[in-house]
């Protein structure tokens, strides 16, 4: 006889492949239902952004096929997020599950546009996502999400003022570039970074968010400092170029975190190699194969991903939809998708291990 119990019984030795843990001690199957020869449950994910999804959902399918009688398997997937663990001295924000940031140890290396297109490939997953726009030198994640004229909204609450986040493309967003004035010399930012951090974070109506993703200033000096001091951080992404020069940023960036009790989750090599919009099947090596791979050798932290130089990349940021967007088939939006699922995956098992 085809029992629930039986059911659980030849599910219980499939793990979760990252967390190598039984799916039914993690309490992952759920409403296990039969019908005849039909076989219903469901798979509880860690993440709807899950690398292995399909690994998983194939998995039990196979164990439960074993089972005689068995003759269709309904899976119905869903996730829930875990919360990142709390970190002492530092408050947790709302009801913000995971404050992932995204860093680089000097500008111009892609950082905004890895952050962006990250934030989007998430929220395109089913995750609720909220991008923080640190970057008080360059905030260009506005233009990246076609808000660049947006300002945000504020609400006067018996708790203080609340902003309200500007929402496009699937995230909700705040910038540094709502509130500081452009013309206004770095210089003269730098000092205000801290109190404008405490407010995007903690008088921000941001909701629910299974991801918080703060594009941080580059570099390592005292806003990068003042940031890791006081978010309590999931884990942190650095992006890199191949060139050694980058490299070596890399590694101060990583020193710093590793310094502040940041988790690396691992490093994002972009612009690894060119492909020419004319012949899309081709890549040009221009600064050299394997750097990334090299790097996160040395330093000890896992590549997340290559991200190719495409022109359709930059445009994209230009105009206002991100890549994962307008051209979800490309082999940049792939590499990006591919590398925000495994930025999520790293999450939950922070989180949960
Ligand atoms: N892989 C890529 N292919 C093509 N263009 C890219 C790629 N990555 C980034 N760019 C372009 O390079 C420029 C700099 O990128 P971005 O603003 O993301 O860098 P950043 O590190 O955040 O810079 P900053 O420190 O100034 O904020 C942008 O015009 C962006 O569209």
Redesign the pocket.
């Given at each position: 006889m085809l029992t629930t119990d039986a059911v659980l019984t030849v599910l219980r030795p499939v793990q979760d492949p990252e967390l190598q843990k039984s799916l039914v001690e993690l309490n992952m199957i759920r409403d296990v239902a039969i019908a005849g020869g039909t076989v219903s449950f469901t798979l509880v994910l860690t993440t709807p952004a899950c690398p292995l999804r399909e690994f998983i959902v194939e998995d039990c399918e196979k164990a439960v096929k074993t089972l005689p009688g068995v003759e269709k398997v309904e899976v119905t997937v869903t996730a829930e997020t875990p919360q990142q663990k709390s970190l002492p001295d530092r408050q947790s924000v709302g009801q913000v599950k995971n404050i992932i940031a995204i860093s680089?140890g000097k500008?111009?290396?892609?950082?905004?546009?890895?952050a962006v297109n990250v934030a989007v490939a998430l929220a395109q997953t089913g995750a609720t996502v909220g991008l923080l726009d640190a970057?008080i030198?360059?905030p260009?994640a506005p233009t990246m999400l076609g808000l660049s004229g947006a300002a945000v909204q504020v609400q006067n609450s018996p708790q203080g003022e609340v902003l309200e986040p500007v929402f496009n493309h699937g995230i909700k967003m705040v910038s540094m570039g709502f509130l500081i004035d452009p013309d206004q010399p770095v210089i003269w930012r730098g000092p205000m970074l801290n109190g404008i951090i405490r407010q995007f974070l903690y008088q921000v109506n941001w909701g629910a968010l299974d991801y918080l993703i703060v594009?941080m200033p580059?570099g390592t000096g005292d806003a990068q400092l003042t940031l890791t001091q006081s978010v309590p951080m999931a884990g942190a992404v650095i992006?890199t170029t191949p060139q050694t020069v980058s490299l070596l940023d890399a590694r101060r960036g990583l020193k710093m975190f590793q310094q502040m009790g940041v988790n690396v989750l691992g490093i994002v090599e972009?612009?690894s190699y060119f492909i020419p919009p004319d012949l899309p099947d081709h890549q040009y090596d221009l600064f050299g194969s394997g750097g990334g791979e090299k790097a996160s050798k040395e330093l000890n932290v896992p590549l997340l991903g290559c991200?190719?130089?495409?022109?359709s990349?930059?445009e994209g940021?230009?105009k206002g939809i991100p890549i994962v967007v307008s051209q979800p088939e490309s082999a940049?939006a792939k590499a990006l998708t591919a590398i925000a699922k495994q930025i999520a995956g790293k999450v939950s098992m922070a989180a949960l291990v």
């Open positions: 680089s500008g111009g290396v892609g950082k905004s546009t890895v970057d030198y360059g260009n594009d580059p992006v972009n612009m991200v190719p130089l495409e022109i990349l930059r940021g230009d940049s």
